[in-house]
């Protein structure tokens, strides 16, 4: 997780995305691509308007630099280096097109921008590039946790499948250390009674074959995540036993893991992802990388 774009507007959020991105733990350098995207007026107008739109555009073009100092600051010190794109266009467009063209690892963006949208609703640029990013997305909801001296709590949810053993994998990448709060989380619907006879055949229910895949896990982080947590909850909607967890337990950050998908389908977000991005109130990791042995 080397190689970042993190977009910014100016706004709280995007800030707060700054920051919380930067209280993250990493061993490695960081190359970051800063990104901004003004988007320009189109109308069809007298010159004399025409010449005040483009003022304005070049005050926010300003706007942009002022606020990339500001995240300079942020990361003063740190082992990151930076380097700052400014774009017109459709922001959220703008912003996978800066991320496939950097081949990022990361893409790291506010859930609200100027507009103010409830968390309920998912705001329309992170909503975008939670959606098509050809990368892991990493949308940043503001907890409690940067005005605190607490460790950061952290929750994979997790299960024996390709998408979580990758987001398994890519989140074993971060020195989280002692201080950190981890846990693992695998969540079971009671339908899944109904399909687990080739489990029980092999001499294992569902929830003990849940309980070895967590213990597996766990031992993965071992080195990264010494302290962490193993859980079986059981519930009607995965979705749903997921973001109880987090409202429970005030987790700060959840990550979930997505199947990479094709040009043609990988704005088709799975209904579990999609569903803990609308409704938990802490901040989404939502890995789309591919898992080691794939081609």
Not at 84 to 110: F, N, W
Not at 241 to 269: H, K, M, Q, W
């Amino acid at each position: 997780m080397n190689n970042v774009v993190l977009a910014i507007d100016g706004s709280e959020p995007s800030l707060e995305a700054a920051q919380f991105f930067a209280h993250l733990p990493h061993n490695d350098s960081l190359f970051m691509t800063v990104a901004t995207v003004v988007q320009r007026p189109y109308i069809h107008s007298s010159y004399a308007v025409g010449e005040l739109l483009e003022k304005a555009f070049e005050r926010d073009q300003e706007f942009a630099k002022e606020k990339f100092q500001e995240v300079e600051e942020i990361f003063d010190g740190a082992n990151v280096t930076l380097d700052h794109v400014a774009k017109d266009g459709p922001v959220g467009e703008t912003i996978v097109e800066i991320a496939e063209k950097r081949k990022a690892d990361l893409v790291v963006v506010g859930a609200k921008g100027h507009s103010g949208i409830a968390r309920l609703l998912l705001g329309s640029v992170s909503d975008h590039v939670a959606t098509h990013a050809p990368c892991s997305t990493l949308i940043v909801r503001p907890t409690e946790l940067l005005n605190h001296a607490r460790p950061i709590r952290v929750c994979l949810a997790f299960e024996v499948c390709q998408s979580a053993i990758a987001a398994l994998e890519e989140i074993s990448q971060i020195p989280w250390k002692t201080g950190t709060e981890f846990h693992l989380l695998t969540v079971q619907t009671f339908l899944s009674d109904f399909i687990g006879e080739r489990i029980a055949d092999e001499g294992l229910d569902l929830t003990e074959h849940a309980e070895e895949g967590l213990k597996e896990a766990k031992e993965r982080l071992r080195e990264v995540a010494p302290n962490a947590q193993t859980h079986v909850l059981r519930t009607d909607h995965i979705g749903e036993g997921i973001v109880s967890f987090v409202e429970d337990n005030g987790i700060d950050l959840l990550v979930i893991g997505e199947t990479p998908r094709s040009a043609v389908n990988r704005f088709l977000l799975g209904s579990t992802s999609r569903y803990v991005l609308r409704h938990a109130p802490c901040s989404i990791w939502v890995t789309r990388n591919k898992t080691p042995d794939a081609s």
